[in-house]
């Protein structure tokens, strides 16, 4: 009888090899692009809505193996997957002949079961803004947004443990043990509780996962998980839009205007390079 270690690594090497046989699959009918979101991208057209569920649950799983130090699938996600994995080869199949069959009930378990961690590509709603000077401002500050939204959470929590400690050190400078002392205890409190829920949650057992056990300690736990969900390329992207755009205001109230000029311009050079670069959504 195979032992859990074991049985991990079995898995590990079916998920990888079916992940494999998809996307080659997928290739010799015709699809394009790097990795499984941008091949079923490419075959949007040609599969049904369930298969690109399939595709989407497939990667998730996928993903949880290569981004997590120690991910945990259950005997119940990996069946669905080897089922969805079945069901996706067989559409592909039929498509490369070149008949596309409906897709057995699987996809409906699978939306059920599916991460909602995982997102299905998001195209950006203000992308349009991008190759419009000045507008262009306004996908940056998309931009900003999309580079912490999947971790928005873990950034709220962060901000409010600041919060609550400089409530608390506030208190004790001033010795005043009054309403911003018990406010500020209550937010530590409530951040530390929702650090031990959520490392239950995700049954993560990675050495930030065990500080989000002791209080204040939390704090580095939700840098981590934030930082697992920052996209560091869109922040740069906009820090770098409002960055040239703020240097350009600046220039232009000391009537330099030609300094003023290209630093509006290079803003604006940075919005059409990201609208060029995220044509086909959200890098994945």
Request: some cysteine; hydrophobic content about 50%.
């Amino acid at each position: 009888m195979m032992n859990s270690d074991e049985q991990n690594l079995l898995q590990t090497g079916k998920i990888i090899s079916a992940t494999r046989e998809i996307e080659s699959l997928m290739a010799e009918c015709g699809a394009v692009g790097n990795g499984l979101r941008e091949k079923t991208e490419s075959l949007a057209g040609k599969l049904p809505p369930e298969a690109v569920k399939l595709s989407v649950y497939i990667g998730s799983i996928r993903n949880k193996l290569a981004h997590e130090s120690e991910p945990q699938i259950s005997q119940e996600e990996f069946q669905l997957f080897d089922a969805a994995a079945e069901t996706l080869l067989q559409i592909l199949e039929e498509l490369k002949n070149p008949a596309v069959i409906p897709p057995q009930e699987t996809a409906k378990y699978i939306e059920e079961e599916e991460d909602e961690t995982e997102e299905t590509p998001v195209f950006f709603k203000t992308r349009i803004t991008g190759f419009i000077p000045l507008a262009h401002l306004v996908f940056g500050g998309e931009l900003l947004w999309r580079s912490f939204c999947r971790g928005w959470e873990y950034l709220a929590l962060l901000l409010a443990e600041f919060l609550g400690l400089a409530s608390v050190i506030y208190s004790l400078w001033n010795r005043a043990f009054g309403a911003w002392f018990g406010a500020g205890a209550a937010l530590l409190v409530f951040c530390w509780l929702i650090s031990i829920w959520d490392k239950l949650r995700r049954a993560d057992g990675t050495l930030p996962g065990k500080l989000a056990l002791f209080p204040l300690a939390n704090t580095v736990y939700f840098a981590v998980c934030l930082w697992e969900n920052f996209v560091l390329f869109y922040f740069i992207a906009a820090l770098a839009l409002f960055g040239c755009m703020g240097g350009g205001i600046c220039f232009l109230l000391s009537r330099e205007w030609v300094i003023a000029a290209v630093c509006g311009a290079l803003s604006y050079l940075v919005s059409l390079t990201v609208c060029f670069l995220t044509r086909g959504g959200e890098r994945e």
